[in-house]
């Protein structure tokens, strides 16, 4: 069944994961009434071996990463660090926000697939977050969120707030001052060309809210996919859908991923705090590798930006030059 499914799939130039493989394959043996006790283990080596079976080829597109200078990285943590001692805060008093694009509509241009081929063009339709955590993760703050319309036409002349969101509007969906005008704050900017270095959210966090939207995005074209919709239409979600799937992403970021990247930041002076564990992480697949890494920091950052390469969306179901 499964091999029928994915032949089927790849006539109509679906893109897949492994993580869907996964999926899949649970469902089908699911369906047939395999018991718990006898269902395959779905490991890495399955996977592997499954898609040379298949003829199925993994495209990731590698990125650059942010360079500084180690001594300019370094003075900015002491800096930090200095001024969280000379005040006396505590790990719950102090807060990192952070703002990231989410293009909403994003086909994955890298997946599984028997052969090369062109896709699906996505849509550059974009919500601005700002995503505010403090140092032991205990308070997560319902992401703000900016779009372009005070009222899009899928909230159906409610509000954003009338359906549960912390959403305000401005014609290009960015954060301006206006919009963020806070109180009985003391507020730290980081250096310029630094933040990719010592910004806490930068160090994992929003890659593993993005890296769960985008599993939510891809799980929710499947299922469009098995009842019957075209290739050219399951990618298409409204706005209030898009932010209903980034709701439960950043719910599913979890206190020990926000504690570890922090720690990662470098700009906690040194202080009592909980033993680091394993971030949690969207995809079924990198449960494994997760189990046996001796720094999860530094794992989970890598394990995550394999999920962006593997999801990241730039509209079009081929690899980027």
């Given at each position: 069944m499964l091999d029928l499914w994915i032949s089927k799939a790849m006539a109509d130039k679906l893109l897949l994961t492994g993580d869907v493989i996964h999926q899949k394959w649970r469902q089908f043996t699911d369906l047939v009434g395999v018991p718990d006790d006898e269902q395959l283990k779905l490991s890495e080596g399955w996977l592997s071996w499954y898609k040379a079976q298949a003829g199925l080829k993994e495209i990731k597109r590698h990125g650059e990463a942010a360079s500084a200078a180690s001594e300019t990285v370094d003075r900015e943590q002491q800096h930090i660090q200095g001024l969280i001692t000379k005040y006396g805060y505590q790990p719950c008093d102090i807060f990192n926000a952070d703002e990231s694009s989410l293009f909403y509509v994003m086909p994955p241009d890298q997946g599984l697939s028997n052969k090369q081929g062109s896709g699906v063009k996505g849509k550059k339709l974009r919500l601005t977050y700002l995503f505010v955590a403090n140092a032991d993760g205990s308070k997560k703050l319902r992401p703000l969120v900016i779009g372009k319309a005070h009222k899009p036409q899928a909230f159906r002349n409610k509000t954003g707030t009338d359906l549960g969101f912390?959403?305000?509007?401005?014609?290009?969906?960015?954060?301006?001052?206006?919009?963020?005008?806070?109180?009985?704050?003391?507020?730290?900017?980081?250096?310029?060309?630094?933040?990719?270095?010592?910004?806490?959210?930068?160090?994992?966090?929003?890659?593993?809210?993005?890296?769960?939207?985008?599993?939510?995005?891809?799980?929710?074209?499947?299922d469009l996919y098995d009842s019957g919709i075209t290739l050219a239409e399951i990618y298409n979600i409204n706005q209030l859908e898009a932010m209903q799937l980034a709701d439960e992403a950043w719910n599913e970021v979890d206190t020990t991923t926000i504690q570890n990247c922090w720690q990662k930041a470098g700009i906690l002076p040194n202080m009592d705090s909980p033993p680091r564990t394993q971030p949690s992480l969207p995809i079924s697949s990198l449960v494994h590798a997760m189990e046996t890494c001796d720094d999860p920091i530094t794992q989970a950052d890598s394990l995550i930006q394999n999920v962006l390469d593997d999801l990241e969306a730039t509209g079009v179901l081929q690899p980027s030059n």
């Open positions: 912390y959403y305000q509007n401005n014609a290009k969906a960015w954060m301006t001052g206006t919009l963020c005008s806070l109180s009985n704050i003391r507020v730290k900017n980081f250096e310029p060309n630094l933040t990719a270095h010592v910004q806490p959210n930068d160090q994992g966090v929003i890659h593993c809210f993005k890296a769960k939207y985008r599993s939510k995005y891809v799980h929710y074209a499947i």
